[in-house]
């Protein structure tokens, strides 16, 4: 069921959980360069790439507010389809490609209960190389209506944690916040058997918004 929302819920942006390792010290190196370059030259030339890097690091990890859309498999990710591959077993994966400039929140793509999440350890190349499949990821399970569903976060050259929000055990809505990866990373969502991919590859996507599956 799509969340209600108001008009200004929808238009409030508020930063992701999980950003203040890189947030943090980054704004107040900004702010005692600022301060400092009123007094000193010197600070003042640095001021300039501090304040940039604080700016860029606050429209990475902004999580805007979204009116969840409906439909039985939503997009968890904003991106680009990277691919779409039939799997052995008759499963579809679709892989979203997410670039720095994306909202990283991950959104689950049903509503259901997260039956495990996995962290497995692997390597750091660019996601949109076929060599990312051995990349480090979290595997979310979900039990929905649709039966078992797969996710994976998979990090990228410069992604190197992937933070969870929610356990194993937890009841979801569908479009609900549930993990972080930051900088840029892919998505990969195994639509089970008999579900006919509604994407293509190249098409933009909204987490929480883009529906990925067809009547």
């Excluded at 498999?73 to 077993?89: F, L, N, R, T």
């Excluded at 209506?145 to 190197?160: C, H, K, P, T, Y």
């Excluded at 990373?185 to 918004?209: K, M, N």
């Amino acid at each position: 069921m799509p969340h209600s929302q108001s008009s200004a819920q929808r238009g409030r942006v508020r930063l992701a959980r999980g950003a203040s390792p890189w947030l943090l010290p980054t704004v107040a190196t900004a702010a005692l360069s600022v301060a400092r370059a009123r007094r000193s030259g010197r600070w003042a030339a640095v001021a300039v790439p501090t304040t940039a890097l604080a700016a860029g690091m606050l429209w990475f990890f902004r999580d805007p507010e979204r009116e969840i859309a409906q439909g039985r498999v939503i997009s968890p990710a904003d991106g680009v389809v990277q691919s779409i591959m039939p799997w052995k077993d008759g499963r579809t994966r679709v892989a979203i490609f997410m670039s720095p400039l994306n909202v990283h929140v991950n959104r689950a793509p049903l509503a259901g209960t997260v039956t495990s999440v996995e962290h497995i350890p692997g390597g750091f190349v660019p996601a949109f190389n076929k060599e990312s499949e051995n990349n480090e990821r979290v595997v979310w399970h979900f039990d929905t209506e649709l039966g078992d569903i797969e996710m994976v976060q998979i990090a990228g050259a410069v992604a190197r944690r992937i933070v969870p929000y929610v356990p194993q055990g937890t009841k979801v809505e569908q479009g609900e916040r549930i993990g972080l990866i930051r900088f840029g990373s892919r998505v990969d969502v195994y639509l089970p058997e008999g579900v006919e991919p509604a994407v293509e590859v190249g098409q933009a996507t909204t987490a929480g918004v883009t529906r990925l599956d067809r009547d």
